[in-house]
Nanobody, 125 residues
Framework: LIQLVESGGGSVQTGGSLRLSCAAS????????MAWFRQVPGKEREGVAA????????HYADSVKGRFTISQDNAKNTLYLQMNSLKPEDTAMYYC??????????????????WGQGTQVTVSS
């Protein structure tokens, strides 16, 4: 099993920045892709960014390209999401996720097996 714990959420004003972290533990050697998702009440969970474990290959949703950066520290088993130029529409619960196989460019929540508990990001205008 894999456990994921997010941190780093909070409240910022439009144009501000936040960095989310996700600490992975357990059978981390089996992780193939890791990703960040976000969800607002009443809407489906949306894929934000994904990264191939141990590689620099990244994928982003169009809505965050150029503003968000996903990265990983393999020595610390930690995933990051640097969020810059935040907008009110970025307000959501953000989740870290991991999967054991598949195509990392397909950032669909149904394809990820392991999830963190989420961290809230609120951007005020």
């Amino acid at each position: 099993l894999i456990q994921l714990v997010e941190s780093g959420g909070g409240s910022v004003q439009t144009g501000g920045s936040l960095r989310l972290s996700c600490a992975a533990s357990g059978y981390t050697y089996s992780i193939y892709c890791m990703a960040w998702f976000r969800q607002v009440p009443g809407k489906e969970r949306e894929g934000v960014a994904a990264i191939l474990s141990g590689r620099d290959t990244t994928h982003y949703a169009d809505s965050v390209k150029g503003r968000f950066t996903i990265s990983q520290d393999n020595a610390k088993n930690t995933l990051y999401l640097q969020m810059n130029s935040l907008k009110p529409e970025d307000t959501a619960m953000y989740y870290c996720a991991a999967r054991n196989a598949g195509y990392c460019g397909s950032i669909l929540f149904r394809e990820y097996e392991y999830w963190g508990q989420g961290t809230q990001v609120t951007v005020s205008s």
